[in-house]
């Protein structure tokens, strides 16, 4: 689709949450440019210009105001779910009225966001322009109809539903949050103290790590910024001390159940100055997670912005499941701001 707006003279662009992930993108684009004579590729830019001078370009979404600019004749949104709502309906939109271009979304669900929405519109008659449609892993031809039992088998049900079957989840009835309790605002007010939450990761071979940064402002709970991040344990000391500069915040506090002194370790060896506070749970998860769920029930959980992949964990994890390490973390930082610590030797 994009190289026929381009051969039409169209300005046309592959948009992915990330730069890392438009490569996919820009393989397919570059696959058939190299099949039509009188293109030029510029890798730097992802950008093909066609002989009739129009272009199709590979962009990342990570910034929703770089966006911004001339019109488009066709904008392609892949795994627009993991995107931010302003790359749409701030920048890609009003780009697409310039020329009265077109849109084409595409995304494994990602819970009830805004992809969600939009795909709604497509479903009802109302809205005679848009179209949706839904896609299991097993209209693939191309994977081996085993490959597909044998991850029903091994992942939680609900997982499996989203990323093989494309369901929309809607919150778990046994989870301790529902989305309707997260608020959402776009700055925090001045916040009397800071806390950078890390649940490390089960091993030390590149599992992911949570991350998370929370703030207090009387009697109301902040999310800040969520660095979760895959890798080594100095990767995420370097990830969580840079957020603790970042922010001016008062302590990093870390479970040591899965790491003991040799986070502490870690940390010092990249920067000894940073007061790090190790934690150990004397009570099981769900107890911890009861009262920092009750804080957003009550109405004084927010988040200062989306935070997709967090917000997934909450309303979806239950009692008794493995718990994910972004939900900890939270956890974590809730329980050393709001409850003072308490429940933690």
């Known amino acids: 689709m994009c190289v026929e707006a381009a051969l039409r003279g169209g300005r046309a662009w592959w948009v992915a949450p990330s730069y890392k992930m438009a490569a996919v993108g820009w393989r397919g684009l570059r696959m058939l440019a190299q099949q039509i004579p009188g293109t030029d590729t510029s890798h730097s830019e992802r950008l093909i210009t066609f ?25 392609v949104l892949d795994e627009c779910a993991y995107m931010k709502e302003a790359a749409w309906s701030e920048a890609l939109r009003p780009a697409l009225s310039d020329r009265k271009g077109g849109a084409l979304f595409i995304s494994t669900p990602h819970g009830l966001n805004w992809f969600r929405d939009l795909w709604r519109l497509g479903e009802n008659d109302e809205y005679p322009d848009w179209q949706s449609w839904t896609f299991k892993t097993s209209d693939n031809p191309f994977i081996d109809p085993d490959e597909i ?58 599992d992911e790590w949570g991350i998370i940064a929370v703030g207090v402002a009387g009697d109301d709970f902040y999310v800040l910024e969520d660095a979760s991040i895959q890798g080594s344990p100095r ?111």
Not at 54 to 69: E, I, K, Y
Not at 160 to 168: C, I, N, P, S
Request: proline share 5%; glycine share 10%.
């Open 149 to 206: 039992e044998a991850a029903r088998r091994t992942l939680l049900g609900r997982i499996f539903r989203q990323e093989y079957e494309a369901d929309f989840l809607e919150d778990n009835p046994g989870a301790l949050w529902r989305r309707a309790w997260i608020k959402q605002v776009i700055k925090a007010p001045e916040l009397q103290r800071i806390v950078i939450a890390v649940d490390p990761s089960v091993t030390s071979t590149g």
């Open 51 to 75: 002989f009739s001078g129009g272009t199709a370009q590979v962009r990342s979404a990570d910034d929703p105001n770089s966006l911004r600019g001339d019109g488009l004749n066709l904008a």
């Open 235 to 345: 990767t995420a000391a370097q990830a969580a001390i840079s957020l603790y500069h970042k922010l001016q915040a008062d302590v990093i506090v870390a479970e040591k159940n899965q790491g003991g002194e040799m986070i502490t370790v870690t940390f010092e060896t990249v920067d000894r100055s940073v007061p790090v506070r190790l934690v150990h749970a004397s009570r099981g998860k769900q107890t911890r997670a009861e009262p920092i769920s009750v804080i957003y029930e009550q109405g004084r959980g927010y988040h200062v912005g989306a935070f997709p992949q967090l917000e997934d964990e909450m309303c979806q994890w239950e009692p008794g499941q493995p718990s994910p390490n972004r939900m900890d973390a939270l956890v974590w930082g809730g329980t050393e701001l709001m409850l003072g610590g308490s429940w933690l030797v």
